[in-house]
């Protein structure tokens, strides 16, 4: 769009088994129009918004059942999911109260996971999400238009860094 989106008041969530909040944006948090914004773990140098100490993202590592990652609005509407792994056991939903079935795919060690072409969103992770060669915060995830198409939604889910082996080192993403 053309204007700048205040996050104030809203969630990002995560879920292995269930939703549960990482982080709730205060008052002024801005997406410029066309921006990007990353949330990352403490030790994620060029976010935008770093975790506290000791906290985590906590985004899973998608292995044997599906993973997501979702954001809320002010008024706690769910705004844009994404579900990520091998299978959706748990039965989390989109944001439709749909239960998919099709993923996003399993990230790799160290692959981040990003929509191509970049912001678009159809509402299905299998065809929206792949693993990118290479990750890119805070920049275009490349492939496909130059303008992307509207999503029908303001603010959407671009990509994202999971910690794959499990041992959380403090670098997990969320663009």
Request: hydrophobic fraction near 35%.
């Amino acid at each position: 769009g053309s204007d700048s989106v205040d996050l104030g008041g809203w969630s990002l969530q995560a879920a292995k088994s269930s939703w549960s909040t990482r982080l709730t944006f205060p008052g002024g948090t801005l997406i410029a129009p066309g921006g990007y914004l990353v949330v990352g773990d403490e030790n994620v140098s060029f976010a935008d918004f770093n975790l506290g100490t000791g906290e985590t993202l906590d985004l899973g590592n998608s292995g044997s059942n599906g993973d997501g990652v979702r954001i809320l609005n002010a008024s706690e509407s769910i705004v844009d999911v994404v579900l990520y792994g091998p299978n959706n056991s748990d039965g989390l939903e989109m944001e439709d109260g749909s239960v998919p079935t099709d993923l996003a795919p399993k990230p790799g060690s160290g692959d981040a996971i990003g929509r191509v072409p970049n912001g678009v969103d159809t509402d299905d992770c299998a065809s929206d999400f792949e693993s990118l060669p290479e990750p890119t915060p805070g920049i275009s995830n490349g492939e496909g238009p130059e303008e992307c198409e509207a999503s029908g939604a303001v603010v959407v889910i671009n990509e994202f860094l999971v910690n794959p082996a499990g041992a959380d080192d403090g670098r997990e993403w969320v663009e």
